[in-house]
């Protein structure tokens, strides 16, 4: 027998506000049963969801742990774009001209996260190599 990834938690100051953010990034919800200045927030995705859980202590280092986000439907720097627009911040963006790389954000919290490049244009720099 073995354990699956049920939730990845993630503390933070305003779990309803920091939780909206996060089901607009991952085109999801907040789950029904959650409202504003609840302290837990749960948002449902393909995989594990994300839990949101209010704490009284500020984020004051990088994280140890983050979130790698390929898009589905867009391509990485149309990603990032929309990203910025919902409230994120670009932080370091480590994008080669020639396509590969990342670019890092951060959520209106500031807890770290990055874009890769999606499937589409993983597969067009391999046929091209």
Known sequence: MSSLVRHITIDCADAYALGTFWAEVLDSKVSDDD????????VESRGAGLLFIQVPEAKSVKNR???????????????????????AT???????????????????????????????????TARAE
């Open 65 to 87: 742990i983050h979130l790698d986000l390929q898009p589905e439907d867009r391509t990485r720097d149309e990603e990032v774009e929309r990203l910025l627009a919902l409230g």
């Open 90 to 124: 670009l932080v370091d963006d480590r994008r080669s001209p020639d396509g590969p790389g990342w670019a890092v954000l951060t959520d209106p919290e500031g807890n770290e996260f990055c874009v890769e490049r999606s499937k589409g244009e993983r597969a067009a």
């Open 35 to 42: 409202r504003p200045g609840d302290p837990e927030v749960l």
